[in-house]
């Protein structure tokens, strides 16, 4: 399942925040999303998951337009994980995770394909033993591993997700990234805003750089143009012998 994007544009409060952006996401990529903080990049995916509207141009799954299809249309195309995730009830972690069913019934009464699909996402990222717990008992590492279930829980052919990684411990990170790559070898669509680009160049098949905006690198993560990094984050890359980005050092001059 394909998502395109054509000549979008987003301002909000009279500020421009996207312009003019392109963009294809086939099967099988797992896109890395980076840029500095204020880029863009959330709103670049809340567009992606059709909760934001554009001034502008066109955002299409399968050439459909994201915003004529209804929200349970939309929910079996494409899970979004937002960067905010707050719980204003207190249930319990598998709960939680349950809402990722809503489209296919009522998460308060799952059938035996929803518990599966619940168990298969808490065994994923790692969170099984905490699926009897309290939401608001949990760390934000836990709580963060428990939303990312609750996305995976929806089994979409698309993954759409806002820094999936950013209160998670090295090892977990290492294995949601690992997680996420999996997804895209096995045919889904993955795209995630991310800070960590060593990890970003480890495991994504793709880099998209948003800066002001706009799409100004975009290139398999292995070939990512140094100056491109350098330009955008002020930051020079240390790579081994594959290309992988393996550290930063302040920018060279």
């Given at each position: 399942m394909?998502i395109?994007m054509?000549s979008?544009?987003?301002?909000?409060?009279?500020?421009?925040?996207?312009r003019?952006?392109?963009?294809?996401i086939?099967?099988?990529?797992?896109?890395?999303?980076?840029?500095?903080?204020?880029?863009?990049?959330?709103?670049?995916?809340?567009?992606?998951?059709?909760?934001?509207?554009?001034?502008?141009?066109?955002?299409?799954?399968?050439?459909q337009?994201?915003s004529?299809?209804?929200?349970?249309?939309?929910?079996?195309?494409?899970a979004?994980?937002?960067?905010?995730?707050?719980?204003?009830?207190?249930m319990?972690?598998?709960?939680?995770?349950?809402?990722?069913?809503?489209?296919?019934?009522?998460p308060?009464?799952?059938?035996?394909?929803?518990?599966?699909a619940?168990?298969?996402?808490?065994?994923?990222?790692?969170?099984?033993?905490?699926?009897?717990?309290?939401?608001?008992?949990?760390?934000?590492?836990?709580?963060?591993?428990?939303?990312?279930?609750r996305?995976?829980?929806?089994?979409?052919?698309?993954?759409?997700?806002?820094?999936?990684?950013?209160?998670?411990?090295?090892?977990?990170?290492?294995?949601?990234?690992?997680?996420?790559?999996?997804?895209a070898?096995?045919?889904?669509?993955?795209?995630?805003?991310?800070?960590?680009?060593?990890?970003?160049?480890?495991?994504?098949?793709?880099?998209?750089?948003?800066?002001?905006?706009?799409?100004?690198?975009?290139?398999?993560?292995?070939?990512?143009?140094?100056?491109?990094?350098?330009?955008t984050?002020g930051?020079?890359?240390?790579?081994?012998?594959?290309?992988?980005?393996?550290?930063?050092?302040?920018?060279?001059?």
């Amino acid at each position: 399942m394909t998502i395109n994007m054509h000549s979008f544009c987003v301002s909000l409060g009279g500020t421009e925040i996207l312009r003019n952006v392109y963009l294809n996401i086939s099967p099988g990529e797992f896109i890395g999303l980076v840029g500095p903080n204020g880029a863009g990049k959330s709103t670049l995916l809340r567009a992606l998951a059709g909760l934001q509207s554009g001034d502008a141009g066109q955002c299409t799954v399968n050439e459909q337009n994201i915003s004529e299809l209804s929200p349970i249309e939309r929910a079996k195309k494409l899970a979004y994980l937002p960067q905010s995730r707050p719980v204003y009830w207190s249930m319990i972690a598998r709960d939680v995770v349950a809402l990722g069913r809503f489209a296919y019934g009522s998460p308060l009464q799952i059938d035996a394909r929803d518990a599966k699909a619940v168990d298969n996402a808490l065994m994923a990222t790692g969170a099984t033993h905490l699926k009897a717990r309290p939401v608001g008992e949990l760390s934000g590492g836990e709580r963060a591993r428990i939303h990312l279930a609750r996305t995976l829980a929806a089994e979409t052919p698309i993954i759409i997700a806002d820094e999936p990684i950013a209160a998670l411990d090295p090892a977990h990170q290492l294995s949601v990234m690992q997680m996420l790559r999996d997804k895209a070898n096995n045919g889904s669509s993955v795209i995630a805003a991310l800070h960590e680009l060593p990890l970003a160049s480890r495991f994504c098949t793709r880099i998209i750089v948003l800066d002001q905006g706009r799409i100004v690198g975009d290139a398999d993560a292995k070939i990512l143009p140094t100056e491109v990094i350098e330009c955008t984050f002020g930051v020079t890359p240390m790579r081994d012998q594959s290309g992988i980005i393996n550290g930063l050092l302040p920018k060279i001059t």
